[in-house]
């Protein structure tokens, strides 16, 4: 089964490691969630978790058709039932207003529920009950009749109207693709399909909405606080002064709690209108139809090169559906331009409209099904040249970003590579179709590159220095469950010494100073400076202090002359162990604690940045078994080395990377929204029949970083890595699947009817 790598061992020599981790750190080390026992023992409290006094529950009425128009509500019978308070339709609704999307922020669904009567797909809000109890909400929503004019409903699931030439708009374009493809010597011209995917996150969306007379209080599900105040502002007519939105912890949410969804905007309003506090939590049907999924792709890619594996074409036609409500594209063709050297590039894309509710972002959005169209093709050129699918891409690789030909902040993706298929055994892959085997299983080995960009936005955050030898850090921004609250105690630590279980993170509400969205990884990288230059505030205070303190033994020197560390102020001269604790500094001069803020622009603003390229890299190395006597395929192992930077948790982050590992098998395997083409019905609404991956179907997985900091990223040289480890999976899944059966499967997810198509029984001779 040998079959070296032409090159492999002159790369394997390459040192792996950045920059050494300090001794005294916790940066790049493994440390367990700070909220972890919060978590573990109930104590945390999710939205839906919160019950005021007086609260009662909102439920929504759900249109069962997908097109069409309301005639008649009639709310004769379910208001009269027993714990009824109101029953709202569009005749009654308190005002909501459009909003017009902010920088950073968007509404997928722009238009305000039960603002009219046309009815855009099945599941629609046509109206809201609110009770004394959530089962007599349930109950009367029920006993709501709702006649419409029902007109046939658009939910096809075939998108070729998409990839006719004339609704292709052009995206990035270099060259000639058209004269180039047509005189390559060797190409693949082939189309690629992916599913409608639904986020499923377990805690449910909710908002419990409470008007206290002067503002909105809003506990959201939501990865983005400040967003959701200034759009719900928007809607609800008011001042964003006067919403407060709270989220201390949040169930995942994975793209799909980004942005406001129409439930939060009518339990606030019906809190101002009953002067009551109001909770409303989407049920799980209704989260199949209301809140978002990744939309529906159709990909061509055609990719033409030399006989030595040089790319001389590359063209990503793609085309994704979206609502009659909204204009989300899904842009697959992201990360399509950056990846390879090719003089010649186009990237063209359209949506079609569909009546199923409105799309949204979803882990890595746009990137994962670009990237298993791209890499797919890839995989499939490599077979043609009968070219290693690691050589072929090592080959192909760009000195500066091709798209625009900017240098990249930090691009070790050759690295990634060859790391990988040493660590995964690459070099002992016989290339030839089910040759290779364990007992009466065939195995399969694929592997992918991947890509996501990497940004960071702007970010402000306080820390304070207390008395009893504590710290606080506050900052507006949320942890969505991937260790934000630890982070920040890191950094902290790291900066001033206070230990980790000494330090009070607070986030999780506008009332804080202001902080970016949990969304396309850019939390770690954005708070960083922040903290960083909040700490430094702080200490330079402390100094003051210790100077200008008569009871201080530093007092009349000058700062300067002075250091901190570890908690302790000293001379610089002198060790740490002549100084004084913080602590007692503070008790000298009489004050409860010493504060600092610290900003920081994002790389959007930073003209610095702005000169560079900036993404992270990785690579993906699957193995699946392939059992033909029973006809059952696993994925066994993968192996996953990822580019991001100077990682600053490695227990969170291999969390974040195992967890898009396991949601990449359930894209490649199991996931998919079935709509009922006449109706616009999801069919399986529920987690009994959408099939997602399970503790059963995991594999060995090793997670492993490069550790290169990225200079130009911020402080830490820290990038995120949640998004990235999503992108590369499914194509590595779908070629192991090749590798082991000789099926080539192009229409997501695969099935085992697909592999029953082909003889792949014969491999068993």
Not at 123 to 149: E, I, N, P
Not at 569 to 586: I, P, Q, T, Y
Not at 686 to 715: E, R
Not at 727 to 748: D, M, S, W
Request: glycine share 8%; with cysteine.
């Amino acid at each position: 089964m040998a079959n070296e790598i032409q090159g492999q061992q002159d790369v394997l020599s390459i040192p792996v490691a950045g920059t050494p981790k300090p001794s005294n750190s916790t940066i790049n080390t493994e440390v367990p969630r700070i909220d972890g026992r919060y978590k573990t023992t109930g104590t945390a409290k999710y939205t839906s978790d919160y019950n005021l006094p007086g609260m009662v529950y909102a439920v929504p009425v759900c249109s069962t058709i997908a097109n069409g128009s309301i005639d008649a509500i009639d709310t004769n019978k379910a208001s009269a039932m027993r714990g009824v308070i109101r029953l709202y339709t569009r005749e009654n609704l308190p005002k909501i207003y459009r909003a017009n999307a902010t920088a950073g922020s968007r509404l997928d669904e722009h238009r305000p529920p039960l603002s009219d009567d046309k009815i855009d797909y099945a599941g629609q809000y046509v109206a809201l009950v609110v009770a004394r109890t959530l089962d007599q909400a349930r109950d009367a929503a029920d006993a709501v009749v709702v006649r419409c004019k029902e007109d046939k409903a658009n939910a096809t699931r075939d998108l070729a109207e998409g990839m006719v030439e004339e609704k292709l708009r052009q995206g990035n374009k270099r060259g000639e693709t058209g004269p180039a493809f047509e005189v390559a010597a060797v190409k693949v011209d082939e189309t690629y399909e992916t599913p409608i995917e639904v986020h499923n996150p377990i805690e449910l969306h909710a908002s419990v909405a409470q008007w206290t007379g002067q503002k909105y209080v809003l506990y959201e599900t939501t990865q983005s606080i400040f967003a959701q105040r200034d759009l719900l502002a928007q809607m609800l007519g008011v001042p964003k002064e006067q919403v407060q939105v709270i989220m201390r912890y949040l169930g995942s949410g994975f793209g799909g709690k980004l942005w406001p969804w129409p439930h939060s905007v009518l339990a606030a309003a019906a809190s101002r209108d009953l002067n009551l506090p109001v909770k409303l939590v989407v049920d799980r049907h209704m989260m199949f139809k209301t809140v978002g999924h990744r939309p529906q792709t159709t990909q061509r890619m055609r990719i033409g090169a030399t006989l030595d594996g040089k790319l001389t074409s590359l063209q990503h036609d793609y085309t994704s559906d979206t609502s009659i409500l909204s204009d989300l594209a899904e842009n697959c063709g992201m990360a399509t331009p950056v990846m390879y050297t090719t003089p010649n590039l186009m990237v063209r894309s359209s949506i079609v409209k569909r009546n199923v509710g409105s799309p949204t972002a979803m882990r890595c959005p746009g990137t994962v099904p670009g990237i298993y169209a791209l890499e797919s093709a890839m995989d499939e050129l490599a077979i043609k040249l009968k070219m290693d699918p690691v050589q072929l891409r090592l080959i192909n690789e760009p000195p500066n970003d091709p798209s625009n030909n900017r240098p990249f902040t930090s691009r070790h993706l050759v690295e990634c590579m060859k790391l990988g298929a040493e660590k995964f055994g690459w070099s002992k892959r016989n290339p030839e179709v089910g040759s290779m085997r364990k007992g009466d299983l065939i195995l399969g080995w694929g592997m992918a590159a991947c890509s996501y960009r990497s940004n960071r936005g702007n970010c402000k955050a306080t820390v304070h220095l207390n008395d009893d030898g504590k710290a606080t850090v506050l900052c507006g921004t949320q942890d969505i469950g991937t260790g934000t609250y630890t982070i920040f105690a890191q950094i902290v630590h790291a900066k001033t010494g206070v230990p980790i279980d000494h330090v009070d993170v607070q986030l999780g509400d506008t009332d804080q100073p202001e902080g970016p969205h949990s969304g396309g990884s850019w939390v770690t990288g954005t708070v960083l400076p922040a903290i960083d230059k909040a700490c430094e505030a702080a200490i330079q205070s402390l100094l003051g202090i210790a100077v200008q303190t008569p009871s201080s033994p530093f007092h009349g020197a000058v700062s300067n002359e002075l250091a901190f560390t570890n908690g302790v102020v000293h001379r610089k001269a002198e060790s740490e162990s002549s100084g004084v604790a913080f602590a007692d500094l503070l008790k000298r001069a009489g004050l409860r604690a010493i504060s600092g803020d610290g900003e920081s622009a994002g790389s959007f603003q930073d003209r610095n940045a702005q000169a560079y390229s900036s993404h992270s890299f990785g690579a993906q190395f699957v193995e699946v078994e392939w059992d033909p006597g029973i006809a059952r395929l696993r994925v066994s192992r993968v192996v996953s080395v990822l580019d991001v930077g100077r990682v600053i948790n490695l227990k969170t982050a291999r969390n974040q990377v195992e967890g898009a590992i396991v949601m990449g098998i359930g894209m490649a395997l199991f996931e998919e929204a079935i709509y009922d083409q006449r109706t616009g019905h999801p069919l399986n609404a529920n987690l009994a029949d959408y099939i997602v991956t399970t503790n059963a179907d995991c594999p060995i997985i090793d997670a492993i970083f490069t550790d290169f900091p990225d200079p130009i990223a911020n402080t830490y040289g820290a990038r995120g890595c949640g998004e990235i480890s999503l992108a590369g999976l499914a194509p590595a899944i779908t070629a192991a699947v090749y590798h082991a059966t000789g099926v080539r499967v192009r229409k997501l997810p695969v099935r085992i009817e697909d592999l029953l198509t082909a003889d792949a029984h014969s491999l068993t001779a």
